[in-house]
């Protein structure tokens, strides 16, 4: 079975950083579209960011010049680099792979889920 784990998060003050990290496991054969989404309070999940296969990106515009999505396909990991946080940054992120994988002799393709992650800015 795949899955995505996530690590980092946790609780800064306004204009501090954190990092997130989300390792995909399994047998896998390739990782395509990978993002990180976030769901405050009483909000809708949104799409943060966004980085495809050619390692081209895409950012919500509230997050644009202060976050960096990135990947590492050795690793097969994606990572979230936030600066200059703000308290409307607060929310549980999630991450998502789109993941080609191997199941006996058949390959299938699917989007995952990390776990989330909780990311408080608060002074």
């Known amino acids: 079975q795949v899955q995505l784990v996530q690590s980092g998060g946790g609780s800064v003050q306004p204009g501090g950083s954190l990092r997130l990290s989300c390792a995909a496991s399994g047998s896998i054969v390739s990782l395509h579209t990978m993002g990180w989404y976030r769901q405050a309070p009483g909000k809708e999940r949104e799409l943060v960011a966004r980085i495809l296969s050619d390692g081209s990106t895409d950012y919500v515009d509230s997050v644009k010049g202060r976050f960096t999505i990135s990947r590492d396909n050795a690793k097969k990991t994606e990572y979230l680099q936030m600066n200059s946080l703000k308290p409307e940054d607060t929310a549980v992120y999630y991450c998502?792979?789109?993941?080609?994988?191997?199941?006996?002799?058949?390959?299938?393709?699917?989007?995952?889920w990390g776990q989330g992650t909780q990311v408080t800015v608060s002074s």
């Open positions: 998502n792979a789109n993941i080609a994988f191997f199941v006996g002799t058949t390959f299938r393709r699917a989007d995952y």
